[in-house]
C-alpha cells in the first residue's frame, strides 16, 4: 500500500459492555494525501464541490476532517475535465483537506429518468437538461480520477429497502461485478478506493453482498442502501449483520447517517465514517441541533430569548450571538441566519464525534452515551 494511504486502529472499546454485548467502538487514523482524519468521523457533504452556505476556512475552524462531494453531480456541471483542467477539486473549491467522491450510483438511480439498466452500465436522462448519458464502472473510475479525491467510491446499484427480493438480489449480484470491473479499472495510487455492501434489509443477502465485496481488496468497505426509509430497528440489525463480515483491519463507512441516534448506535457496532446532508439542510429549514435537543428557531418564542443557542457549544454562532437574534434573522429569511445555523450545526456534529473519539480512548463510550441522550432526550432545547 502507498506510504499516503493507510488505516490504523489506535484503540477497539471491546472491552467495555453495552448491556450484555461489548462496544465495538474503533478509534483510528486514516493517513491520506491531503491529511490525516481521526476516525470515528462525520463528513459534511459539498454535492457540487461547495458545503451550502459555508466556506472553506468556516469548516476549518470548526474541526472539520475530511468532506465528501458527488461524481454524479460534478460530471453533469461543470464537468470532470474542467475541473481536471483547474488542478483538480481540492484546488478547484480551495479545500487542502481530504476528500471522499461517491460514485454517483445512488444519484443515477433515484434522481434521473433512468431509461435502461444492464449488466454494462446505465442509461439516464441529466435532470439538468434531458441529454442522455451512458455511466459506466470504468466511466466512474475516470471521473473520479480526475476529480483527485482522496477515496473513491465503486459504482453501485441501491435497490429500494422495499423492492421485491428478487430485484435485491439481481442489484448486488450487479454491484459485485461492476466493484470487480471498477478494481481492475482503478489505477491512482494516492487514491483509496472503497467497495459498497448492498443487500436490502435481508440479512442474508447483506452477508453474502459483504462475503462477496470483501473478496475484492479495497482499502475500506462502505454499507449502502441503509436508512433509506425503514425503521430504526431494522437498519440496526441489518447494520449489524454486515459488519460482523468486514475486516477489522479496515475502515467502514455508513453511507447517508447523520442523526446523532443512529451515529452512536453505530459506532457502537463497529462503524468509523458517516455523511449525511441533513445538518445543513435542517439549518437552513431553521432546525438547529442543542445539547437539549432541536430547536425550531423560527418560533416566535424565541424572539425575547437572550440566551445563546446552547451555551455547551463552542462555535462562533453560540459565542456572539442569542436565540432571539436568531429568530430574527430566519423570520425574515435572511442568508446570514442560514450560514450562522449550518455553522452551528456541523459543529455540533463535529464536537460529538471528537468526544466520541476521546470517550471510546478513554473506555467511557457508553457513559458518554448516556449522558448525551439523557440531555438530547429528556428536554426539547427550547428552554
Known sequence: MNSTKSF???????????????????????????????????????????VKCLLPGQLKEIGTQILLSNTFHLYLRPGHEDIRFHGGLHRFMGWDRPILTDSGGFQVFSLSKLNKITDEGVVF?????????????ELTVEIQEALGSDIAMV???????????????????????????????????????????????SIPLRQESAE?????????????????????????????????????????????????ELIFASVALGVDMFDCVLPTRSARHATLYTSGGKVHIKSAKYKRNREPLDPRCDCYTCRHFSRGYLQHLYARSEVSGM????LHNIRFLTAMMENIRISIRERRFEAYRKAFFDRYRNQDGSE
Open 8 to 50: 490504523t486502529l489506535q484503540t477497539q472499546a471491546g472491552s467495555e459492555k453495552i448491556g450484555e454485548a461489548l462496544s465495538a467502538g474503533r478509534n483510528g487514523f486514516l493517513r491520506l494525501p491531503h491529511g490525516d482524519v481521526e476516525t470515528p468521523v462525520f463528513m459534511p457533504v459539498g454535492t457540487q464541490a461547495a
Open 125 to 137: 436522462r441529466s435532470p439538468l437538461d434531458g441529454s442522455e448519458h451512458f455511466f459506466t464502472p
Open 155 to 201: 459504482f453501485d446499484e441501491c435497490a429500494p429497502h422495499d423492492a421485491p427480493e428478487t430485484y435485491i438480489r439481481q442489484a448486488m449480484k450487479r454491484t459485485y461485478e461492476w466493484a470487480k470491473r471498477f478494481y481492475k479499472a482503478h489505477s491512482k495510487e494516492d487514491q483509496m478506493v472503497f467497495g459498497i455492501v448492498q443487500g436490502g434489509v
Open 212 to 260: 462477496q465485496i470483501t473478496s475484492i481488496p479495497f482499502d475500506g468497505y462502505a454499507i449502502g442502501g441503509l436508512s433509506v426509509g425503514e425503521p430504526e430497528s431494522v437498519t440496526l440489525a441489518a447494520l449489524e449483520a454486515t459488519c460482523a463480515y468486514l475486516p477489522k483491519d479496515k475502515p467502514r463507512y455508513l453511507m447517508g447517517v447523520g442523526t446523532p
Open 339 to 342: 450560514v450562522l445555523g449550518s
